[in-house]
Each structure stands twice: as C-alpha cells, then as structure tokens.
C-alpha cells in the first residue's frame, strides 16, 4: 500500500518560514523522485521542487529558487520542502508526489500523490 502524508503546513506571515514533511510508506524513498507540487484556487497545480532517487540532485521553479529547500531522510522514508521567505503568492495547498526514475517538475509523471497540506501566507 503506497502512502505519502504531508504534515508541516499552517498559516505564515509574509517573510515567515514552513518546513512541511512527506512521510512516504509502500515503496522505497530511494527509487522514486519526490516532487513538491503546490495549488491555489482558481490556478494550475505547478511543481516546485523535486529531488531525484538517482543522485539526488535538486530542482526548483524560478518562482521558488532561492528560497524553498528540498531534502530527504531515506532512514525515515520522508522528505522535506523548506520554505523561507514566503510571500502571499505562496499560498496554496501542497502536494508530495513520487515518480520512478524521473526528475521533473511536469505532474503526469508522477504515480503517487499525498492528500496535501495547506500553506496559507497572509497578515
């Protein structure tokens, strides 16, 4: 049975910081690209992060680049999205997703979803 949980997110201020979690149970954490996908209402579901099972190399959208963090625990099955410096366009509920042997930031090829978790930035 294939499970990724989110935990972490919670309302910010503007400039404030979240670390969310994705606790991955099923497969293991080293096979699969994890990739951080987010979503507000009224939008399209964009990635924002993903590390790759293969080396762990690193990807970030221009929109994140600078401030969010990706990093994995492959003891605990669980990555991590740092989030600093977060700005009301953060805002939006995220997603973990985990694909085989792929590194990419485009959703179709990712197999498994979690439920998501919400991240709200506002005064």
């Known amino acids: 049975q294939v499970q990724l949980v989110e935990s972490g997110g919670g309302l910010v201020q503007p400039g404030g910081s979240l670390r969310l979690s994705c606790e991955v149970s099923g497969f293991p954490l080293d096979d699969y690209t994890i990739g951080w996908f987010r979503q507000a209402p009224g939008k399209e579901r964009e990635g924002v992060s993903c590390?790759?099972?293969?080396?762990?190399?690193?990807y970030y959208s221009d929109a994140v680049k600078g401030r969010f963090t990706v990093s994995r625990d492959n003891a605990k099955n669980t990555v991590y999205l740092q989030m600093n410096s977060l700005k009301p366009e953060d805002t939006a509920v995220y997603y973990c997703a985990g694909a085989l042997f792929i590194a990419t930031l485009s959703a179709p090829p990712y197999d498994y979803w979690g439920q998501g978790t919400e991240v709200t930035v506002s005064s």
């Open positions: 590390i790759s099972n293969k080396d762990g190399s690193t």
